[in-house]
């Protein structure tokens, strides 16, 4: 059965810091790998998709990477804002079309 | 597009009762998933409905069941509600391999 860990569980660093969130699978036989960010008692907004034939994805101060040999991936905040403070979560797509997340990674930027 | 919705926002019930939950898929999307977010955990897969019919099922008990509609919109019942069923419902929609987006949830307290 496919296991998604994310660390740290929280993380909190101050304004204008760049970071980095990891994310592991224990089955690397996904077709692809999605971070999400959810604010307090919302839903889940997609960040980056990565189909398991990519290594990394960009969009504005976000970037994800993927090594599915060693199951991992990585997702890279630039220049971090208090606006960034949210929840961040991974899933995989594995086997069946059945989707996996991680618990998060519950971030603070402070001003 | 309004993105995928769900209703209702928020519902309680008590023990026992049984609960219908819905959700409208983004425009174009034929795929629904339905998830189960208890407090400070990630989303856990419940079931997936493609075609009308569930395609794929997550580690839950034949007390949740759904539907899936003509329009591709989507039920998803939970009969005799336990307290632990208490969490936030996440519905989420897409087409083939692409992106999955979510809609806000529904929150259910069970008491």
């Known amino acids: 059965k496919q296991e998604v860990t994310q660390i740290p569980a929280a993380l909190s660093v101050p304004e204008g810091e760049n970071l980095v969130l990891n994310c592991s699978f224990t089955?690397?036989?996904?077709?692809?790998l999605q971070w999400f960010r959810q604010d307090p008692g919302k839903g889940l907004t997609s960040l980056l998709l990565i189909q398991s034939s990519q290594r990394e994805q960009t969009s504005g101060r976000l970037n994800a990477s993927l090594d599915k040999s060693s199951g991992r991936s990585t997702l890279y905040i630039a220049a971090s804002q208090p606006g960034d403070s949210a929840t961040y979560l991974c899933?995989?797509?594995?086997?069946?079309?059945?989707?996996?997340f991680g618990s998060g990674t519950k971030l603070n930027v402070k001003p | 597009d309004a993105g995928v919705t769900q209703s209702p926002t928020h519902l309680i019930k008590t023990r026992g009762q049984q609960v219908t939950l819905r959700c409208s898929p983004k425009?174009?999307?034929?795929?629904v998933s339905w998830y189960q977010q208890a407090l400070g955990q990630g989303p856990q897969f419940i079931f997936q409905y493609y075609e009308e019919e569930e395609r794929q099922r997550g580690n839950f008990p034949d007390r949740f069941s759904g539907h899936q509609f003509p329009n591709y919109s989507s039920e998803l019942n939970v009969n005799a509600l336990l307290l632990g069923d208490s969490a936030l419902y996440l519905c989420?929609?897409?087409?083939?391999?692409?992106?999955?987006?979510f809609g806000p949830g529904t929150r259910l307290t069970v008491l």
């Open positions: 425009s174009g999307h034929d795929t």
């Open positions: 989420a929609s897409r087409t083939g391999a692409d992106t999955q987006y």
């Open positions: 089955d690397s036989a996904i077709y692809n």
């Open positions: 899933a995989v797509r594995g086997n069946f079309n059945k989707f996996y």
